[in-house]
């Protein structure tokens, strides 16, 4: 649930009081504002604002200059913008497995995927957990690569002290209306690099780097006004947010841990969880067993939810990509389920929400 307030409403009337709707060539006013803000906040030299995470991914697949022929290796187990993006170039998506309890790409599994043809590792920060960034920022330079991070869904996350993104070439966010900060849609990108980001920039404008010049191959990713001043407001509130939802997950944690059939989230060492999502795993049972619970439980008012039930590599238009054996994707595809954390939870939400859990499980007879 978005949580928007008068200061997103005010950032809002100013922009329409300007009467600077959008950029042209570059940002507008308002987008330069959020980039410089959000460049601060990702503790990174460039930030590059558009209009969707998915124009993010795409963006810099194409910057990292990935084209028909070349191999990305990603993960199956996350949204499908991710391989869309590679796709959407003409390259090849080669999906490996996850790791059964971070549930984010498995560096091992990723090295061993290498081959003559890959040119890049995208990660992804799965609900809000980073990737092991720092081990694939190892395996990417032994190996020549391009690490892209999707952190789309890891506003506020953080890696051996450092804010998600550090580790990578390009990261890519999204603001879409249910992530931990939103601007309704948009996206960014942001970059240490400076060669990328020059091309980042003029790409989202049609390759322009003045205006009715295109030097390069590009499109309209260009972020709207309205939508930048909606994430100024945003991003000052982001601390805000991100403490709320880790005391909702705190609690979910404190009043389901003695739950002896769910696997519940964790945090490893080092590792600074977003808590985009809470999301825990039925220890025994298939997608069918999963979704009664899940059935249950949206009866009883908690928004529980299943994401990502078919792996990307499972989907119709993927499988052209080749056959893959993926057990902890496929595994955690019919077995985990996601339950609110959201900033607009009180302790009290939270506590019913736990509530409900325990007595749902009873009622299917797994055991507690």
Request: hydrophobic share 40%; glycine share 8%.
């Amino acid at each position: 649930m978005p949580q928007i307030g008068n200061e997103e409403i005010q950032m809002v009337t100013r922009v329409l009081k300007s009467h600077v709707l959008t950029g042209r060539v570059g940002s507008g006013p308002m987008a330069s504002e959020f980039e410089k803000d959000f460049a601060e906040f990702a503790e990174t030299k460039h930030a590059v604002a558009v209009n969707s995470g998915t124009a993010a991914l795409h963006m810099a697949v194409l910057t990292a200059k990935i084209r028909k022929g070349d191999e990305v290796i990603l993960p199956s187990f996350t949204f499908v913008a991710t391989a869309e993006s590679v796709a959407l170039v003409g390259a090849k998506p080669v999906f490996v497995d996850v790791d059964l309890c971070t549930y984010n790409i498995d560096p091992e599994k990723t090295e061993s995927a290498i081959t003559n043809k890959t040119k890049a590792i995208i990660s992804v920060d799965l609900y809000g957990l980073p990737a092991a960034a720092d081990r694939l920022r190892e395996i990417a330079e032994k190996h020549g690569l391009v690490l892209i991070e999707d952190a789309a869904q890891a506003h506020g996350a953080s890696l051996k002290g450092k804010p998600v993104g550090y580790f990578a070439d390009m990261t890519c966010w999204s603001f879409y209306a249910s992530k931990n900060m939103t601007t309704g849609e948009g996206g960014m990108i942001t970059t240490k690099n400076d060669e990328y980001a020059g091309v980042l920039r003029a790409m989202r404008s049609h390759g322009e780097t003045k205006e009715y010049v295109s030097n390069i191959l590009g499109h309209n990713y260009r972020m709207p006004e309205i939508e930048a001043a909606i994430g100024v407001a945003q991003l000052k509130k982001l601390p805000t947010f991100i403490e709320k939802r880790r005391n909702n997950a705190e609690l979910l944690t404190k009043e389901l841990k003695g739950t002896r059939q769910l696997y519940l989230p964790n945090e490893p060492r080092g590792y600074r969880h977003a808590w985009y999502l809470y999301t825990v795993r039925i220890q025994k049972g298939d997608s069918t067993v999963r979704d009664k619970i899940v059935k249950d439980l949206r009866k009883q008012g908690v928004g529980a939810t299943v994401y990502y039930p078919v792996p990307i590599h499972l989907m119709p238009y993927y499988r052209q990509f080749g056959e893959y054996h993926l057990p902890n994707t496929q595994q955690l595809a019919s077995q985990t389920f996601s339950l609110p954390v959201h900033p607009g939870l009180t302790a009290k939400d939270a506590e019913y929400v736990a509530k409900s859990v325990t007595q749902t499980l009873r009622k299917n007879k797994i055991g507690i």
